[in-house]
């Protein structure tokens, strides 16, 4: 590991104007590239103190052994030469971005005599025409066969155009309709070419002219009697169609622009890009990248549109891009953009209407292609093997921990204080084995605390277990101890049964809490694994490790240590230890979220023995409001149909007995409301009236 102060340049060596540099390892290889307005200012950010920096950061410069800059007169050309050097150089600590050349192209050869379509993929040509990118080319050829019945254009291979030529023998497309065979001189090079400049044209977007060309010959070949030309006509017009359907319109007014969405978390990204022409979605591509350096939203977004346009010219660059987020600074972005597309390009974050209601469903493709990578990642047998070794040999365990518990606690400013505990078995999760809990040993917001007391009562569990041979009859542990609880959302249908070591000898069902962990993983920093920790010591279980994953700066952290374990960012052990620790948290936070929501709909009417949902309403549309309920004699209570007597005394009594709630607040405008509202202003359930701000309006201040 080498000492950045080594290799720092001398005051005043670095100029204080635009420019690019590159960061070298001990063996000359470039590891990072980066770009600057000031080089002065932006260098003199790596030579700071290693404990300021972000830990990505802090490990390329003890990773590098030199550094070198080249001085550019603008922020767009040190934007051009970042984008070169890095296609030259391929640093370790950049951005990398993958698959970006896998996504097959529909391809017009119009450098070739005779203009042949086909599938491509890999470096574009000069000369070429590219439609796409498509995610399939199943789907090119299906849009394909439907245009060559317009547009018979040439989509032979070399040999098969030159052995055609040879016999004079066409191929079956040329019998069939769908080539105008060139190969035989059935038509002319310049016809050839026209013909394929109206497939392009076509494929550009430009497809109404041609429609109402075609209507017009079909409807002159009718008037002249002329029906086989015009039902050939109707047929060309109708597979022009069902091609056009295969893109749906998604804007309107004929945009040509491109979309771009960034999903990511703190070790991945995944990007999506539609491209939409003349209204139309023409394709779409997704990449996936690691995080190898500290970076923004913006700062990704600027990397996608180097990997997007760094080669385009013309129209490949569309007149519009938008995106989730803008690079800073944003303008040298857009001159270079408008200087590679030879007009004005504008690049800007979508406000309103339906572009904005489009990059939505950029963004929703683009978070199920990071949850479907880290899927397929996660998936793999050996990767989770590997991914376990790394736990066992970062944290000093024995073996490797098959059998893994995190813990997370979560609440809303001190209100609804909850728990998770989640399970993980040889790398993948257990759902059946979640358990949640509610904290009642204490009221308020105190994580450490909260984290103390889930740990004490889950391993109590575990040797109350060891001692017995059956299970709880009633799911508690005596002594009224607050627990844990099933989520009738983790048991569905389709889950893996459990295995027949863990089932009892008595009856058969699973057992709750009768498995140890060989490592729990509680979410946070020192504090919550010293308060692991000592929940095991006072139980007197030394078997157990623990750590915690601090979300922050992803670092493990282990009881008594002061100095945080850094894993590898590239290490699968830390991966599989944050998708623990998110699990666990969106679990807790579902389960916090259903308490929240089931207390606001609570009503004094709820303890009314007898009193169903049908009866509750029709008492609050009767009188209004529950204000004028616990005002209403017994007689008018009963002057409701479906309310006896007895029901009505029993209303008042509990009515009586029940504390009035504070006035209603609408959280999404702070307005009082009132309780003496009409029926038809009622919100909410029958009960208290409640605010009619969503409870997720406030998600911005819960844990």
């Known amino acids: 590991m080498a000492d950045p102060s080594s290799y720092r340049p001398r005051p005043g060596e670095i100029p204080d104007s635009p420019g690019v540099y590159r960061f070298r390892d001990e063996h000359r290889r470039v590891i990072y590239v980066g770009k600057a307005k000031s080089l002065r200012q932006r260098l003199a950010n790596y030579f700071q103190d290693l404990a300021g920096l972000h830990p990505r950061t802090r490990s390329m410069v003890t990773t590098a052994a030199s550094v070198e800059w080249t001085v550019v007169s603008t922020e767009v050309e040190a934007l051009q030469l970042e984008y070169s050097w890095i296609k030259e150089y391929d640093p370790r600590f950049n951005v990398k971005y993958r698959d970006d050349k896998s996504y097959p192209y529909l391809a017009v050869t119009m450098n070739e005599e005779f203009p042949r379509v086909q599938v491509m993929r890999g470096h574009k040509k000069k000369g070429v025409r590219y439609f796409g990118p498509y995610a399939h080319a199943w789907a090119i050829r299906d849009t394909v066969d439907l245009m060559l019945r317009v547009f018979p254009v040439r989509t032979c291979s070399a040999g098969v155009f030159k052995n055609a030529a040879r016999t004079g023998r066409p191929c079956l497309l040329g019998y069939i309709g769908k080539c105008s065979a060139p190969c035989v001189e059935r038509i002319s090079p310049e016809d050839h070419r026209e013909l394929a400049e109206e497939f392009c044209d076509f494929m550009a977007g430009r497809t109404g002219t041609y429609l109402r060309r075609l209507e017009r010959r079909m409807a002159e070949a009718a008037e002249k009697m002329e029906y086989e030309r015009a039902a050939r006509l109707r047929d060309d017009i109708g597979a022009l169609k069902k091609a056009m359907e295969k893109n749906a319109v998604v804007l309107a007014d004929a945009t040509d622009a491109d979309l771009i969405a960034v999903a990511e978390d703190e070790l991945e990204a995944a990007v999506q890009i539609f491209h939409v022409?003349?209204?139309?979605?023409?394709?779409?591509?997704?990449?996936?990248?690691?995080?190898?350096?500290?970076?923004?939203?913006?700062?990704?977004?600027?990397h996608a549109l180097q990997q997007l346009y760094g080669e385009e010219t013309g129209d490949a660059v569309p007149r519009e891009v938008l995106v989730p987020a803008l690079p800073d600074p944003v303008d040298p972005v857009q001159e270079w953009l408008?200087?590679?597309?030879?007009?004005?390009?504008?690049?800007?974050?979508?406000?309103?209407?339906?572009?904005?209601?489009?990059?939505?469903?950029?963004?929703?493709?683009?978070?199920?292609?990071?949850?479907?990578?880290?899927?397929?990642?996660?998936?793999?047998?050996?990767?989770?093997?590997?991914?376990?070794?790394?736990?066992s040999d970062a944290l000093g365990l024995d073996s490797a921990p098959l059998r893994i518990e995190c813990y997370d606690i979560s609440h809303l400013q001190g209100d609804d204080v909850v728990a998770s505990m989640v399970v993980f078995e040889d790398g993948l999760a257990r759902k059946s084995e979640y358990r949640r809990f509610q904290i009642k040993g204490f009221a308020g917001q105190d994580d450490v605390r909260s984290m103390h007391e889930v740990i004490t009562r889950r391993f109590r569990r575990y040797l109350a277990e060891k001692e017995?041979?059956?299970e709880w009859a009633d799911g508690e542990e005596p002594g009224a101890e607050p627990g844990a609880q099933e989520d009738p959302g983790t048991a569905s249908a389709g889950l893996a049964e459990p295995p027949a070591s863990t089932l009892t000898e008595d009856d058969g069902r699973p057992k709750r809490f009768a498995y140890p962990p060989q490592l729990v993983v509680v979410d946070g920093g020192a504090p919550q694994v010293a308060a692991a920790q000592r929940a095991l010591d006072e139980l007197g279980i030394d078997d157990i490790a623990v750590c915690g994953l601090a979300k922050r700066l992803e670092e493990v952290w282990l009881p008594g240590d002061d100095d945080p374990v850094v894993l590898p960012r590239t290490s699968e052990g830390l991966y599989l230890l944050q998708r623990i620790r998110d699990e666990a948290h969106r679990f807790a936070i579902t389960y916090q979220r259903t308490k929240r929501a089931k207390r606001f709909r609570s009503s004094p009417l709820d303890d009314v023995p007898g009193l169903g949902e049908t009866r509750k309403q029709a008492l609050i549309k009767h009188f209004g409001s529950l204000k004028r309920l616990r005002s209403a004699t017994i007689e008018q209570i009963c002057d409701v149909p479906g309310i006896g007597?007895?029901?009505?005394?029993?209303?008042?009594?509990?009515?009586?007995?029940?504390?009035?709630?504070?006035?209603?607040?609408?959280?999404?405008?702070?307005?009082?409301?009132?309780?003496?509202?009409?029926?038809?202003?009622q919100t909410g359930s029958p009960g208290e009236p409640v605010s009619t701000g969503a409870p997720d309006e406030r998600r911005g201040q819960e844990r």
């Open 277 to 302: 022409r003349g209204g139309r979605v023409r394709g779409q591509r997704g990449w996936v990248t690691d995080k190898v350096e500290e970076i923004t939203t913006g700062a990704l977004v600027e």
């Open 468 to 470: 017995r041979t059956g």
């Open 645 to 681: 007597r007895k029901t009505a005394e029993t209303i008042v009594a509990a009515l009586a007995q029940a504390v009035p709630g504070g006035p209603a607040v609408n959280t999404a405008t702070g307005e009082i409301m009132d309780d003496t509202e009409e029926p038809g202003q």
């Open 338 to 391: 408008t200087g590679r597309r030879g007009s004005n390009v504008s690049l800007r974050v979508p406000q309103r209407g339906d572009k904005k209601a489009l990059m939505e469903t950029v963004q929703r493709n683009a978070q199920q292609a990071l949850v479907l990578h880290k899927t397929k990642r996660a998936s793999d047998l050996t990767t989770r093997s590997r991914a376990l070794e790394e736990i």
